[in-house]
């Protein structure tokens, strides 16, 4: 059974990832050569790509500050988005640079150092979960985190009500029948309602993994080509409301991560540009110069 015939769309890539992914690697390569070039120059290049770096963190904090505030539409916080996330890739070239390829010395740089790994791997992990929704299913608009407790007590109502009802063709005819509510029940009770009862599978989302869902659809199916036509219909319904329910689940893990990794992103960040600041003040006060 594929991806799509369980309500998921297979992971894609598309060749404008592609392209960015080259871009990055080319234009941090250039960002190297140049550093070479200016420090072969007789020039001390710490001062040149750690005004890049400064730089490119006043741009990323202005891209928090504006997405506060409310001062981007729909569409424009889309398109800085897709720029805030390209700006910080290359910025990870930036620090290497900075840094020249080492570990720091002092507590104060060590301090910087462990910030802007902490940023850089939140916001690495972020992307991840725009692309991990975009690529594994997606999240209706009436659903919230708040919501998906009732919405699954709900599913499981409805689940239950399905198995309960008798069949009504098997009950018409005074010629007891096969027992198809009780292997409908035995299956309801040993493989489907623990996870109807509860979230479920979350490492499973976690790693885009539908290993779990497939296994339970395979179940609903196998036992479907033995049943009669009510019954069938039964487990159909079942179905659907399995794919569902995993979407609920699928929803519960990308919205719970998202909100807790912002609470790590953003205060790292402005933690970082405090020290960063410190830093451009503490360089240029032991320094006789910046050329």
């Given at each position: 059974?594929?991806?799509?015939?369980?309500g998921?769309?297979?992971?894609?890539?598309?060749?404008?990832?592609?392209?960015?992914?080259?871009?990055?690697?080319?234009?941090?390569?250039?960002?190297?050569?140049?550093?070479?070039?200016?420090?072969?120059?007789?020039?001390?290049?710490?001062?040149?790509?750690?005004?890049?770096?400064?730089?490119?963190m006043?741009?990323?904090?202005?891209?928090?500050?504006?997405?506060?505030?409310?001062?981007?539409?729909?569409?424009s916080?889309?398109?800085?988005?897709?720029?805030?996330?390209?700006?910080?890739?290359?910025?990870?070239?930036?620090?290497?640079?900075?840094?020249d390829f080492?570990?720091?010395?002092?507590?104060?740089?060590?301090?910087?150092?462990?910030?802007?790994?902490?940023?850089?791997?939140?916001?690495?992990f972020?992307?991840?979960?725009?692309?991990s929704l975009?690529a594994?299913g997606?999240?209706?608009?009436?659903?919230?985190?708040?919501?998906?407790?009732?919405?699954?007590?709900?599913?499981?109502?409805?689940?239950?009500?399905?198995?309960?009802t008798?069949?009504?063709?098997?009950?018409?005819?005074?010629?007891?029948?096969?027992?198809?509510?009780?292997?409908?029940a035995?299956?309801?009770?040993?493989?489907?309602?623990?996870?109807?009862?509860g979230?479920?599978?979350?490492?499973?989302?976690?790693v885009?993994?539908?290993?779990?869902?497939?296994?339970?659809?395979?179940?609903?199916?196998?036992?479907?080509?033995?049943?009669?036509?009510?019954?069938?219909?039964?487990?159909?319904?079942?179905?659907?409301?399995?794919?569902?329910?995993?979407?609920?689940?699928?929803?519960?893990?990308?919205?719970?991560?998202?909100?807790?990794?912002?609470?790590?992103?953003?205060?790292?960040?402005?933690?970082?540009?405090?020290?960063?600041?410190?830093?451009?003040?503490?360089?240029y006060?032991?320094?006789?110069g910046?050329?």
């Amino acid at each position: 059974m594929t991806p799509d015939a369980i309500g998921r769309r297979p992971a894609k890539y598309p060749a404008s990832q592609i392209v960015q992914v080259a871009l990055i690697a080319a234009l941090s390569g250039a960002l190297f050569w140049l550093v070479w070039i200016y420090g072969n120059g007789l020039r001390d290049p710490r001062y040149l790509d750690g005004w890049i770096l400064a730089g490119g963190m006043g741009l990323q904090i202005s891209f928090h500050v504006a997405i506060k505030r409310g001062a981007f539409s729909p569409k424009s916080a889309t398109r800085w988005r897709k720029i805030h996330v390209f700006a910080g890739y290359l910025l990870i070239a930036a620090f290497i640079s900075h840094s020249d390829f080492s570990l720091p010395d002092t507590g104060f740089e060590w301090a910087l150092w462990a910030g802007f790994v902490l940023v850089t791997l939140s916001g690495i992990f972020g992307t991840y979960l725009a692309w991990s929704l975009k690529a594994k299913g997606h999240i209706d608009e009436g659903v919230s985190y708040d919501r998906i407790p009732a919405l699954r007590a709900e599913i499981a109502q409805k689940v239950y009500a399905i198995v309960a009802t008798p069949d009504l063709a098997a009950t018409a005819i005074a010629l007891p029948g096969l027992p198809h509510d009780a292997w409908i029940a035995d299956l309801y009770s040993t493989h489907l309602s623990a996870f109807f009862q509860g979230p479920r599978n979350m490492l499973a989302h976690l790693v885009g993994s539908q290993r779990p869902l497939r296994r339970m659809t395979d179940e609903i199916d196998a036992l479907s080509r033995y049943v009669g036509q009510q019954g069938q219909e039964k487990l159909g319904a079942i179905r659907r409301l399995a794919v569902e329910k995993d979407r609920l689940d699928f929803a519960r893990v990308y919205l719970s991560l998202t909100k807790g990794w912002l609470f790590l992103h953003v205060p790292v960040t402005y933690g970082l540009t405090v020290l960063g600041v410190l830093h451009v003040l503490v360089a240029y006060a032991f320094s006789s110069g910046a050329w």
